[in-house]
């Protein structure tokens, strides 16, 4: 696992929702390596450990990458408090495993829910209008990134609890609607732990290889600490994988559920 840390320029930075932020950092050696579904670790000012924060989006070409984030805690705070022109600490990029890739050509769908939709924007760049997007909140308020999916050429559902944007209802029902009239070749997730339980049952049932980005928390990050382990399926026999280092990203039918 390649990585590098230092100290990047904030370049960009919008508030997009309540307690939720969007930072376009300059970290041009990073963006020339990251992957889709990889994370950045950043170093909180007057905290001891970093808080893992996934990439959004990736553009080698002006050798920045885009995070969101919502504020958690004090140290996810204490970063939001960054600003403009100011540099933020970071470990990048970490994951021994992001999200596969197929043909661009290739029917995907990326499954969001709340913040753990941010990552499907760098696939949703990647596949364009071979990419459906859905992604699902609790209400229109927190609902981010629409105009940014829209914006790739993917096709956006939005799903909102009580109905206040979108479909009213979970993004289960908006998936079992999609497949009812065409099978992805792929599905890509990431969020909750009983979303991504749900979603597999439906990929099972319908035979469509799935990507699962699994939501831990996190110590050091690279694969030097237990806190981040998880139960998967090696050779056929259960193994305690770090999400840091094995993942953050597994194909489903590797996870114990």
């Not at 958690?72 to 600003?83: A, D, F, H, M, Y």
């Not at 499954?111 to 992604?135: D, K, R």
């Not at 799903?159 to 497949?179: M, N, P, R």
């Not at 290889?209 to 259960?238: D, F, H, I, W, Y």
Request: with cysteine; net charge neutral; hydrophobic share 40%.
């Amino acid at each position: 696992m390649r990585y590098t840390q230092g100290k990047y320029l904030i370049i960009n930075k919008k508030a997009i929702a309540k307690g939720i932020f969007d930072f376009t950092i300059l970290c041009k050696e990073v963006a020339e390596i990251a992957k889709p579904g990889q994370f950045v670790h950043i170093l909180a000012g007057g905290h001891t450990l970093r808080r893992p924060v996934s990439i959004a989006s990736i553009n080698p070409e002006k050798g920045t990458i885009r995070i969101i984030f919502e504020v958690r805690g004090k140290g996810t705070e204490e970063i939001s408090r960054l600003n403009i022109n100011e540099m933020i600490d970071m470990i990048a990029p970490l994951g021994g495993r992001g999200f596969k890739l197929l043909d661009k050509e290739k029917k995907a769908v990326c499954i969001g829910g709340g913040i753990g939709t941010p990552p499907m924007l760098a696939l949703a760049e990647y596949y364009q209008e071979n990419a459906t997007v859905i992604s699902g909140f609790k209400n229109s308020s927190i609902a981010i990134l629409q105009k940014d999916f829209a914006d790739t050429g993917a096709n956006t559902i939005l799903c909102t609890d009580d109905g206040s944007a979108g479909k009213k209802g979970f993004v289960t029902e908006a998936l079992k609607e999609y497949i009812a009239n065409e099978k992805p070749d792929i599905i890509y997730a990431c969020g909750p732990h009983p979303m991504l339980k749900a979603i597999v049952m439906i990929s099972q049932e319908n035979n469509i290889e799935t990507q699962v980005s699994l939501e831990e928390r996190m110590g050091c990050g690279v694969g030097a600490c237990l806190v981040c382990a998880c139960k998967t399926v090696r050779n056929g026999e259960e193994y305690m994988a770090h999400v840091c280092q094995d993942g953050p990203v597994f194909d489903s039918k590797e996870v114990i559920w």
